[in-house]
């Protein structure tokens, strides 16, 4: 089983910076790509961003300039610095990866989400 514990969530006014922080953990072999994605009310979950085990990179053209993802593959982790944060940033961020398990499964796997709250 693999387990994405998420944590850096919170209450942040408008213009301000958090740091997302998400570690993989159980049994796997590697992790292709983590990533985060959120969902407002009323909304469709979306991508945000995310980043392959090679470095490379994509992010919603909505938070392009502002976040930046970044990944620790030696601890199977994966950050997300959110900064000049908008009102409309605000969202459950949930972090997500596609580990390789036993079997030569790939899995998709969620974690349980944190709400980051944009407010003055």
């Known amino acids: 089983q693999v387990r994405l514990v998420e944590s850096g969530g919170g209450l942040v006014q408008p213009g301000g910076s958090l740091r997302l922080s998400c570690e993989a953990s159980?049994?796997?072999?590697?992790?292709?790509?983590m990533g985060w994605y959120r969902q407002a009310p009323g909304k469709d979950r979306e991508l945000v961003a995310d980043m392959s085990s090679t470095g490379i990179t994509h992010y919603a053209s909505s938070v392009k300039g502002r976040f930046a993802i970044s990944r620790e593959n030696a601890t199977s982790s994966v950050h997300l610095q959110m900064n000049n944060l908008k009102p409309e940033d605000a969202a459950v961020y949930y972090c997500?990866?596609?580990?390789?398990?036993?079997?030569?499964?790939?899995?998709?796997?969620w974690g349980q989400g944190t709400l980051v709250t944009i407010s003055s």
């Open positions: 159980g049994s796997f072999f590697s992790i292709n790509v």
């Open positions: 997500h990866a596609d580990p390789l398990v036993a079997g030569y499964r790939r899995l998709e796997v």
